[in-house]
């Protein structure tokens, strides 16, 4: 049985319009990936930021971060206290003092972390702008956000003072979503 000319143009018209509507969603889809990626990466690290921030310029934790450097250390009300500022979270972040040579000062405050940030240098191109830094040690890469700024008037040999906080867990996270997204 032959098939009208109508009847082949009707199967060729919807085979068409069927890759036409398959194009059109995979396109939707794209870019709505796109947007969602381009926005997880634009609000990903910003209450990191801020964070840092607010850190670089709490001037009482910076100063009882230079005293516990010193060998005569006794913990301020602050210290013992904690009290709740919005927008001053220190469980992920550390700070780093700096002499003018680039030496760090507070390698014993620094704990652990210190062994992992040797290599770390210190940055003055940048002061008080948040950067991305990426360590690498003998195994394993570390990420950090940072923020550098000049030390106030009267810190000894304090010259620069780095407010770091790692990012691997966001890093990690923002990966992850892109490989389920895509």
């Not at 009847?7 to 069927?18: D, T």
Request: net charge negative; no cysteine.
């Amino acid at each position: 049985q032959k098939k009208s000319a109508y009847e082949n143009r009707s199967v060729r018209q919807r085979w068409h319009y069927f890759i036409l509507n398959v194009s059109a969603f995979a396109a939707v889809f794209l870019a709505l990936g796109v947007i969602t990626i381009q926005i997880l990466h634009a609000t990903a690290y910003s209450e990191t930021d801020i964070s840092l921030r607010n850190l670089a310029a709490n001037t009482q934790m910076i100063s009882d971060a230079i005293k516990r450097s010193t060998d005569d250390f006794v913990p301020s009300q602050s210290e013992t206290d904690h009290p709740e500022e919005p927008g001053l979270n220190r469980f992920n972040s550390h700070v780093v003092l700096w002499s003018a040579e680039g030496e760090i000062l507070n390698q014993d405050g620094l704990g652990d972390i210190y062994s992992q940030i040797t290599s770390l240098d210190l940055s003055t191109e940048t002061l008080d702008e948040v950067e991305e830094v990426t360590i690498t040690d003998e195994s394993q890469e570390y990420h950090f956000r940072t923020i550098t700024s000049i030390a106030p008037e009267n810190t000894g040999n304090v010259a620069y003072i780095t407010v770091l906080s790692n990012t691997d867990q966001i890093n990690n996270a923002v990966a992850n979503f892109q490989q389920i997204l895509i």
